[in-house]
């Protein structure tokens, strides 16, 4: 059964998501997931799924044996989506809903394939270089188009191109929504900004 939390301090966001997850549900089996609303306070609860403003989280949980102790600890993989529906129809953001359910659905590591992309309706040519999302990371940990240009080796101008492409590439209007994408993928600690854009 698939947990999914919408968490947002949106009311209105928060029931309209709500509705949208049912609605896209309902080509699913009943009792295959449940829906949990709360404020955008820290998301404390296992989740499979974590709707949030504009981007949602899907986690992976997988149990791995500690070595000498025969014990299995619960490992966390976490995929970052940015959720941008502007100008997008009710069919097309639960078409979305729908595709990132069945992204839930599968394991972690048949899902780090490219290839399984097809399987799920992603582009390819639409994912994050990676450049864009060490670009992406070093925005999110503060750094300015200065320092990144320097640390990476590369000129301000190509920089900024990256800048602008991973923010075309995930749908934000602007550098605002960018940076508060990036500070929470950066912030989560993922160090390989697992980054997928629908």
Do not use: W
């Not at 809903?97 to 309706?121: D, H, P, Q, V, W």
């Not at 639409?126 to 999110?140: D, N, R």
């Amino acid at each position: 059964m698939l947990k999914i939390i919408v968490s947002s301090d949106n009311v209105y966001y928060r029931k309209g998501v709500e509705s949208l997850i049912t609605s896209a549900g309902k080509t699913l089996r009943d009792g295959l997931f449940e829906v949990v609303s709360e404020t955008s306070s820290p998301v404390t609860k296992e989740a499979d799924i974590v709707f949030r403003d504009i981007m949602i989280s899907v986690f992976f949980y997988k149990r791995e044996m500690i070595a000498g102790k025969g014990q299995a600890e619960p490992h966390l993989s976490a995929l970052h989506i940015p959720f941008i529906c502007r100008g997008d129809n009710i069919p097309q953001i639960t078409g979305k809903i729908r595709k990132i359910m069945l992204i839930a659905t599968t394991n972690a590591a048949s899902f780090a394939s490219r290839e399984n992309y097809k399987l799920t309706g992603l582009k390819d040519f639409m994912q994050l270089s990676s450049t864009e999302s060490k670009v992406m990371l070093m925005v999110g940990q503060g750094y300015d188009t200065e320092n990144i240009s320097r640390m990476l080796g590369r000129s301000k101008k190509t920089v900024s191109t990256h800048c602008r492409n991973a923010i075309r590439k995930m749908g934000m209007l602007n550098r605002v929504e960018f940076y508060k994408y990036a500070s929470f993928v950066a912030q989560y600690g993922n160090k390989k900004g697992n980054t997928l854009c629908l």
